[in-house]
């Protein structure tokens, strides 16, 4: 079992040759990176995916809803179209994503139409007696 720190006064002959290997390999990746630093702020700065657009698949997978439910709804939901090919730009996605929220306590749109629409008066004449 390898220690986590060895002592100060225990040199390279008290470690395994494999435990040096390890070592040798991790200080390796390390210089090749450009220290620890570079390791951390590389994997923040890359973007996730190069493309700029993507298909049905992926956009579902990365919505977290079925490619189905997303085909069959295209017609309502923004997207770019290349001759008869559908394909999603990150904004798209986003706002595929923002015009579905919904905040408990708030009244959506429909609800509020349905509303005023009840305290309109009727468009039929009314029979007088």
Known sequence: MMSAVAPA???PAAFEPTELQGLAAVINLLAQ????????TNRTSEPRDKRLHIGYSEAAERLNIPEKWLREHISK?????????VQ???EDLRAISDMHLVTPGMA??????????????????????
């Open 108 to 129: 959506s749109e429909k609800e509020r139409e349905s509303a005023l629409m009840s305290l309109q008066p009727s468009k039929r004449s009314r029979q007088r007696f």
């Open 33 to 40: 990176a450009g220290g620890i630093d570079a390791l951390l």
């Open 77 to 85: 939901l923004p997207h770019r179209k290349f001759g008869k090919f």
């Open 88 to 90: 999603f730009a990150e």
């Open 9 to 11: 006064n225990v040199g």
